[in-house]
């Protein structure tokens, strides 16, 4: 079973253009707020219709511009959740997942059975928890046994606790229906969870597709880079050798074996930082950095802080932990296999910011 999409979608100020075939197998689009990811949804659903392109199911049409077909969406075999969930408000809980089912009365049961709600099936959406609204959505989406499914934000309306639970519960489901599945996040650890690849889109484009650790691993622009939780930092690259040396905006240098040339993206993941135990390097070690220690965080066995213009990550039982402490200072060193080079933009300095945002 393939869902195959190729289309362009006026949503000014920009076109949202998507191109992605997805199989059995579930599929993160992530990207900022407004970047375009609902308005998929939507035109997989029947929702929008776009002015150019295809949206197939195994071959067959819902949508093709050129023999003018458009499917209406109960024609479309596609079960939706909502950000918001949608619920009924007046119908109780076996109501709103027979709104899914029509008269099977026995696809209702096996639905409240399989999410955990049969408790629940005569209270009102308005009595339910978000995790238990998120839980008779899913079950309401389900019931119609769609093709495809779809769920814009399923874990944003959630608090901390209940987020890290249903994300347990939520990936043994996707793992369970074996459909084309698609949920939209702006939350790279959300596709990390759930997803076996994910899509990156800003401003209405799919910059890069991908498993999520190759994304992460392998971006190809420093908006992806960020966006995947990695440091990045704006350097001018000068060719020297085999690779370049890169000076970063103070004026520091690192080296790398990369050869490039002009503006670019330094990356590396923060848990590729080492924090040097012994103090001031060697002289041998041209890519330690010093700098102020800051936003310390110690729990359990992880250690996070941000020394400098890098933020790094350790385990507390490292020895060199003990040279992190707030107010203080401390040398890094960024190790040459561990750094990428990307291209850099405006869009990616905005991905910079809006990564590093609570």
């Known amino acids: 079973m393939a869902l195959d999409l190729d289309f362009d979608l006026s949503l000014p100020p920009f076109t949202v253009s998507a191109a992605l075939s997805v199989g059995a197998e579930t599929v993160a689009l992530v990207g900022p707020s407004g970047a375009g990811k609902t308005t998929v949804l939507r035109a997989i659903a029947g929702l929008a219709r776009p002015s150019r392109g295809h949206i197939k199911l195994d071959g067959w049409p819902w949508f093709d511009a050129e023999a003018d077909v458009s499917l209406a969406p109960e024609e479309r075999s596609v079960g939706l959740v909502f950000q918001d ?77 209940t987020r890290a639970e249903i994300k347990i519960q ?36 799919i910059r890069q597709v991908g498993p999520v650790e190759d994304l992460a691993r392998r971006p190809t622009d420093a908006f992806v880079a960020a966006l995947t939780g990695n440091n990045v930092l704006r350097a001018i690259a000068t060719p020297d050798g085999v690779g370049s040396t890169l000076t970063l905006q103070d004026g520091r240098r690192v080296r790398v074996p990369t050869r490039a040339s002009g503006p670019v993206g330094l990356v590396i993941a923060p848990g590729d930082v080492r924090v040097l135990a012994d103090g001031a390097p060697a002289e041998s070690s041209p890519n330690a950095l010093r700098g102020a220690v800051t936003g310390l965080t110690r729990l359990g066995s992880r250690v996070e802080a941000r020394v400098g213009p890098v933020d790094v990550e350790c385990r507390s039982e490292d020895p060199a932990s003990a040279r992190l402490v707030t107010g203080g200072e401390a040398w890094v060193e960024l190790p040459e296999e561990a750094i990428t080079v990307v291209p850099v933009d405006n869009a990616g300095a905005a991905a910079e910011t809006e990564s590093k945002s609570p």
């Open 85 to 161: 969930y949608a619920l009924f408000p007046h119908l109780s809980v076996r109501k709103n997942v027979a709104f899914g089912a029509g008269s099977d009365r026995a696809r209702v049961d096996e639905m409240l059975e399989r999410l955990q709600i049969s408790r629940l099936a005569r209270e009102k959406p308005g009595t339910l928890s978000g995790g238990e609204r998120q839980r008779v959505a899913l079950a309401r989406a389900l019931a119609r046994r769609p093709r495809v499914l779809l769920l814009d934000e399923p874990l944003s309306a959630l608090d901390a606790h």
């Open 170 to 205: 939520l990936r043994e489901l996707l793992a369970d229906l074996a459909l084309p599945a698609i949920f939209i996040s702006h939350d790279f650890r959300d596709a990390v969870a759930l997803a076996d690849r994910a899509a990156v889109m800003v401003s209405g484009a």
